[in-house]
């Protein structure tokens, strides 16, 4: 489908289909990326609800035309929106449907047309538009695609590409215009939900559905480079006089709805109005601290379906305390140098507090570590450098602040997560240190690279891009192909005594060959646990742990 | 008259320890679907694992009745004019307040006091035998309470896990919420704090975990009792007592099984163990 220049209403629902199975991988990624008060929970499952409406409706389109389709995808969405995010992307799917209506198939411009009539509509169901949110992706994605179809180049696929790179930048942008988020060190998720959306529609397009499969999506990562990935902020928890009320939701069904004066009529009700739809089914999302006002006023213009009240002040203490259990424990912050996005994830979901960006390579800065300990909610850090050349920085930052910092020494990514893991929750600031510490011998660390230039090192004479193996550190193999050189590694750092291989395998690896390094490590050792990550590590093609 | 213990099964007080101390085991409930059981009572625990691990549904539990309290009151108080119970921490299961409303129940015949353990398993099970034994040698309820009391900051108990499929799915995880989510496979050890699941630590496998309850048990240099429990895996358990005998002779050291009540959260391949450190 690679050439195509034009695409029907069957295809473009196929292609929304899989974008909708795309979303769905990534569900709980983007549920996770919530921020308080940002409004909803659950911005990746209530978008993948409205998808699912959408393409229900979608399904019982009687004509093959994109606009007949779209059309119907966009009543679906309206009736199927949840939430804040669900309701906006309705209104993309309005704003789609109208600029593809009359069309039995659609081209680069149509869809980069369609694209910025969505934009208009997402602005404009909101009586307050905030940027830094779906809205500026949509935006975003709207502008590239615009400039694309410009070009001579206006196939649908250089189009929506171009919507693709320009959501990805954008979200990752996101931080920068909303300080909630930026405070959180997310990105907005309801934009990387439409970001999903989208890359999902191109990957069809682009033949990878059988690919899509066995892949996830990318979440993208904040673009400000430090990313506190849990701060908890024991200040924060005090403040909370202001009530955030209910969350109240629900559709308006009549004769000669009008939606925009309903928005003005409820604007001084609540926060986070949004009023959408058309004169005969109008969906209504509020903040207010009286939901029965609402309620009353809606059923006075007609009947009311799908009503959904939720206590928000309790939403907002379930999220406390939720992020109060993330952290390591109530006292104690983990700062962490990680190479990698995929890396940084792992160590987050083992409680590491802050992330600073580096490794081999790119050391950070003393300023950037300090940053980070800084940003800590505690006064208590403890920082993972995972690398022998950052820890010397890392001992810098004490002289720096006022708060107390220890350096656990760990010299590799094994040996950080060896002691992230033995962190104890029960004992005290200086017990974790030495704990942590102590646990960094419980770890052999293989790194396999590739040399940068030739030399001679431990009596190997060594080709520039050759792959190199190290135990903890020492040069032990060198050779052509990588998998003899980390068969060979392993071997020489014995598995006979190992419980468990852990092997992170770089953006330089594939998942395929780490699969099969794993298959020789299990004929030899059956008994032995291997795990397969991938690490996304830059240089090392693979870093590997046994315990 | 001796004073009466009443305990809760999730105490893990096998029967045959019961019937030695003269303890009575009230049982809680444990339900696959519509399929209900009360706990090591109509359900042995090694039925119940087999169950579990080829169901697909969870199983739910519940608190005994306060009627099924008070009649077990009702019946002792023929016996005696004091009744001591102590039952699962008040935060985990509404034993507690079915106690408590049953000794409302049973007005001023029989003086009954209960007491919210703050814990679990053998965590408070062995604060019951020391209960039972003081009982035996004719403490009045006051001193006895007043033992149990003594020791309830002196019980440690820690559980590890196989997994918290389980103890997640029952919306039991506590303060321990943040272990959920790991990217790596990793083997939690969980315990208690003020009366709820906290967590303690995480290794990466079975034989790491052994070794960690070693060094945990190792770390307290005055032991009274000792017990050892298992969900699924004997040999694990029999292996812990061997290596634990350095620290507490064998004859001070409980063995048992995590009752079904209190598998259905920690699932298969769950080791509790609990230390009841002695006096300074």
Known sequence: MKQCSSINGRDFKEMFTAATNWLEKSVSEIDALNVFPVPDGDTGTNMLLTMHSTIEEAEKANNSNVSDICQAMSR???????????????????????????????????????????????????????????????????????????????????????????????????????????????????????????????????????????????????????????????????????????????????????????????????????????????????????????????????????????????????????????????????????????????????????????????????????????????????????????????????????????????????????????????????????????????????????????????????????????????????????????????????????????????????????????????????????????????????????? | MAVKIVTDSTSDITSDMAQELGITVVPLTVSFGHDSFLDRVEISTDDFYRRLEKESIFPTTTQPAPGIFADVYSKLAAETDEILTIVISSKLSGTYQSAINAKKMMENKCRIEVIDSASVAMGFGLLVIAAAKAARKGASLDEVMNMVNQRMPRSHLIIYFETLKYLAKGGRMGKAQGLLGAMLSVKPFLTMKDGEIAPLTRVRSKAAGLDYINSFVSGFPKIEKLAVEYSTTAADADKLVKSLGQYAPKDKIYQSTVSPVLGAYAGPGALAITVLEADK
């Not at chain 1, 680069?108 to 369609?114: F, T």
């Not at chain 1, 940084?344 to 979901?349: L, N, P, Q």
């Not at chain 1, 390094?517 to 240089?539: A, F, K, R």
């Open chain 1, 76 to 547: 679906g969405a309206l009736v199927g929106a949840r939430g804040n995010s669900g309701v906006i992307l309705s209104q993309i799917w309005c704003g789609l449907a109208a600029g593809l209506a009359g069309k039995e198939t659609f081209n680069g411009s149509d869809l980069a047309n369609a694209l910025s009539q969505a934009t208009t509509m997402a602005y404009k169901g909101l009586s307050n538009p905030v940027e830094g949110t779906i809205l500026t992706v949509v935006k975003d994605a709207a502008a590239a695609a615009q400039a694309q179809a410009a070009n001579d180049n206006d196939s649908v696929i250089s189009v929506l590409e171009a919507a693709v790179n320009a959501a990805s930048e954008s979200v990752a942008n996101t931080p920068r215009l909303l300080p909630v988020l930026k405070e959180a060190g997310v990105v907005d998720a309801g934009g990387q939900g439409l970001y999903t959306l989208l890359d999902g529609a191109l990957r069809y397009l682009n033949g990878e559905v059988e690919l899509m499969q066995f892949r996830k999506p990318q979440m993208i990562a904040s673009s400000i480079p430090l990313t506190p990935l849990v701060v908890t902020a024991p200040e924060r928890v005090a403040v909370d006089e202001v009530p955030f009320g209910y969350c109240t939701e629900m559709m308006l069904k009549g004769q000669g709805l009008e939606p925009d004066k309903l928005r003005k009529k409820l604007k001084n009700k609540g926060e986070s109005l949004i009023v959408v739809g058309d004169d005969t089914t109008v969906r209504v999302h509020i903040h207010t601290l009286d939901p029965g006002n609402i309620m009353h006023y809606l059923t006075s213009m007609g009947t009311i379906h799908s009503v959904s009240v939720r206590n928000m002040d309790e939403q907002h203490q379930d999220f406390l305390e939720m992020q109060k259990q993330r952290a390591p424990a109530t006292g104690i912050a983990i700062v962490a140098v990680i190479p990698g996005d995929r890396l940084s994830d792992v160590f987050s979901s083992l409680g590491v507090t802050a992330i600073v960006p580096g490794g081999q390579t790119m050391n950070p800065s003393t300023k950037e570590l300090l940053q980070a300990t800084e940003q800590a909610t505690s006064d208590k850090v403890i920082i993972l450098p995972n690398n022998k050349n950052i820890i010397l920085t890392a001992k810098q930052v004490q002289s720096l602040t006022n708060k107390s910092i220890r350096v656990v020494p760990s010299r590799t990514i094994p040996q950080g997560v060896a002691a992230l893991l033995a962190f104890d929750y029960e004992a005290d600031f200086e017990t974790n240190a030495t704990i942590m510490t102590q646990a960094l011998s419980s770890v052999k660390s293989i790194e396999v690279t590739r040399a940068v230039r030739s030399t001679k090192l431990n009596g190997f004479a060594i080709k520039k891009k050759q792959a190199i193996g190290f135990i903890d550190g020492t040069l032990v193999a060198a050779g052509n192909k990588t998998s003899e050189i980390v068969n060979d590694t392993l071997a020489k750092a014995g598995l006979d005594e190992a419980e468990v291989v852990t092997i992170y395998y770089g953006a330089d690896a594939s998942e395929a060959e780490a699969r099969a390094i794993n298959d020789s490590i299990q004929t030899d050792y059956p008994d032995l646990q291997v795990e397969i990550v991938e690490g996304g590590q830059p240089h090392y093609e693979y870093i590997i742990s046994i315990e």
